[in-house]
């Protein structure tokens, strides 16, 4: 941020066309904007408007995630998704009001899960109707539904739970 041009005491007010109303909004709407893409930011300094343009980079750790998302190997992978369990940390980070689930940490564009509208920061609720609490129950309802070719995954997005059906062949 300090790289951009943003400085302590800077209030900012949008972020890439999204209207920052509170700073909790802020984390989730830059974690849903893909790296290396060019953002404006408009920010008040000194009680003055200012626009800033700058670029989203990645951080080491989500590259790492990055390449776990593409692991074939793994169920998630293969559904083209990267997860991790809910922590306090992740919480706060995100904003995420729920104990319970799996945090959708990447999406691999053009991936089953991605073709499905599954979306960075989405957290998945349950597979087939199965409750999913946490990274192994998912790994397990995964393991259960690989013969299927379609799985039923409902997920909370912002305030809202939604079902979405990934093709898995």
Wanted: hydrophobic share 35%.
């Amino acid at each position: 941020a300090d790289r951009a041009g943003i400085k302590p005491g800077d209030i900012i007010v949008e972020f890439d066309g999204k209207p920052i109303k509170e700073m909790n909004d802020l984390p989730r709407i830059v974690a849903a904007t893909p790296p290396g893409k060019k953002v404006k930011v408009k920010v008040l300094r000194d009680g003055k408007p200012l626009t800033l343009t700058l670029e989203v980079k990645e951080k080491k750790e989500e590259a790492e995630v990055r390449a776990e998302s593409r692991d074939r190997k793994t169920p998630a992978g293969r559904l083209g998704i990267a997860v991790r369990d809910i922590t306090p940390e992740l919480m706060e980070r995100y904003n995420i009001d729920e104990k319970e689930g799996v945090f959708v940490y990447n999406v691999t564009p053009d991936s089953p899960a991605y073709n499905a509208g599954i979306r960075r920061g989405d957290i998945i609720k349950e597979i087939d109707r199965k409750p999913v609490r946490n990274v192994e129950e998912l790994r397990r309802a995964l393991k259960d539904a690989e013969d299927k070719e379609v799985i039923l995954v409902r997920i909370k997005r912002r305030d809202t739970f939604l079902y979405k059906a990934i093709r898995l062949k």
